[in-house]
């Protein structure tokens, strides 16, 4: 409830500047003269003018920088810092690209091609960057290391930035107080609200650290924006989901009884029946777990009460636990070479999304061998991961040919971050199944898997 350097919280329009959110509610109930002198029977379209971050950095003044700039949208962070270097309002300093270059002599000379690397090199000397989970680690290194030498004016970042890293500024804007979730646009809870503006306001450098959010009159709610920015009132909510792998554990570990003690006494039980969670009947607690009990009975992982093999290998799997059961605890992986097992492993982890691109499939027999062998499993042939298959093949295949990590960025527009994201995932899953396995056969491909992957990124630092 209170900070060392309290927060003011201000808002941006187009037509009024930084200013509070009663006067923007003032002025959006004045007629709009267009409406006012309209001629009878016709209604023009009114165009209301969008908010520009560079007129707010202007009106922000050098003594309220450094800036977090915080976008939803990576490509909208790197189209802006760009635009705002354009405007040449700060002094170039060449200091900044010594140290920018210097760092990149870490990587492979491949990434200087890479557009993300381009602007940067272009925008930085103003000492305008950009930060998103799209970049390569050794460019989101040198950001960060020189927004914490306090080079970086202006950093147009994602929430990412918010999350994990100490790196407060005088200031914070948002571009908007919309996001899009993945299903689609919603306003920020309060939460979310409060740990992105958190980032305002420098321990014993500010006395106070500035907030300011940019409006849109057209999507502009009163009543909403203030319930999220006046206070953090969101209340919490327990994020426990019954998952495969803990019906697993809880079956291997504890006994019926204890089963129930313990998911009756989860903050989940007590949100979702209330007061009287410790008196609802047991069948209506267990519904969800009773149902996951019967699917992985049914394809044997559970055997009266007991883990079957197969069962204690998912078991130690934290993600698409049948499916990699039924490929890595089962002869079906005998059938597989490493090309087929990664393209399965790809699919489990890709999330697929519309403006995902991917320029060449490659159909071989080898992918053909494996459709078929997925439509024979009863449990496989149903896994709709596996209907991205064509699309994996984009990603996988060069690889498998001995192409580099860069070789793959002509072929998808997915961002050099977003790719890492993906190989990373595809090596934790590996890592999973060997701790797992006991088949020395299964973790030598494994193993031969792991040297693809290696080898395409080397010189790029994959978790």
Do not use: W
């Amino acid at each position: 409830t209170k900070r060392n350097v309290p927060l003011q919280h201000s808002f941006y329009d187009q037509e009024l500047g930084i200013t509070t959110l009663e006067k923007i509610k003032a002025a959006k109930k004045v007629p709009n003269y267009q409406d006012v002198f309209r001629k009878k029977g016709k209604r023009k379209k009114i165009i209301f003018p969008k908010p520009n971050h560079i007129d707010l950095i202007k009106e922000l003044g050098k003594d309220k920088l450094p800036c977090l700039y915080f976008s939803f949208s990576r490509k909208s962070c790197q189209m802006k810092a760009y635009e705002l270097s354009r405007q040449n309002l700060f002094q170039k300093n060449i200091k900044i690209s010594q140290f920018f270059n210097q760092k990149l002599l870490e990587a492979p000379s491949d990434i200087n091609k890479l557009k993300s690397t381009q602007i940067l090199k272009e925008t930085l000397p103003q000492g305008i960057a950009f930060h998103h989970a799209g970049l390569l680690p050794v460019v989101k290194e040198a950001v960060e290391e020189l927004f914490g030498k306090g080079l970086i004016k202006v950093l147009y970042t994602t929430e990412t930035f918010a999350v994990g890293i100490n790196m407060p500024a005088k200031t914070v804007c948002f571009d908007s107080l919309r996001k899009y979730d993945g299903i689609s646009f919603r306003y920020l809870n309060t939460k979310e609200y409060f740990q992105i503006a958190g980032r305002a306001g420098r321990r014993g450098i500010d006395k106070v650290g500035f907030v300011v959010s940019v409006l849109f009159r057209p999507t502009f709610k009163y009543h909403e924006i203030k319930r999220i920015t006046t206070k953090d009132i969101e209340p919490i909510k327990s994020q426990f989901r019954l998952s495969i792998n803990t019906v697993l554990n809880l079956i291997d570990l504890h006994s019926p009884t204890e089963i129930e003690h313990i998911l009756r006494l989860s903050f989940f039980s007590y949100q979702k029946f209330g007061e009287d969670y410790a008196k609802v009947p047991t069948k209506i607690l267990l519904a969800r777990y009773n149902s996951i009990v019967r699917k992985l009975t049914k394809f044997n992982y559970i055997e009266k009460n007991i883990l079957t093999d197969k069962g204690k290998f998912s078991a130690k799997i934290f993600a698409d636990e049948i499916s990699m059961g039924e490929i890595f605890a089962t002869k079906f992986f005998e059938q597989l070479d490493e090309y087929q097992i990664l393209l399965l492993l790809a699919c489990l982890v890709y999330e697929p999304r519309e403006m995902n691109q991917f320029k060449k499939a490659y159909k071989n027999e080898q992918l053909k061998k494996l459709r078929g062998l997925l439509n024979k499993d009863e449990y496989l042939s149903k896994e709709e991961k596996f209907l991205s298959m064509d699309e994996m093949t984009t990603l996988i295949y060069p690889i498998y040919e001995g192409k580099t990590f860069f070789d793959l960025m002509d072929l998808t527009n997915l961002l050099e971050g977003d790719l890492i994201r993906f190989f990373s995932q595809i090596k934790d899953r590996i890592g999973q199944i060997k701790k797992a396995s006991m088949d020395y056969k299964l973790i030598q491909k494994l193993k031969n898997c792991q040297g693809i992957i290696d080898k395409a990124l080397e010189g790029i630092y994959v978790v």
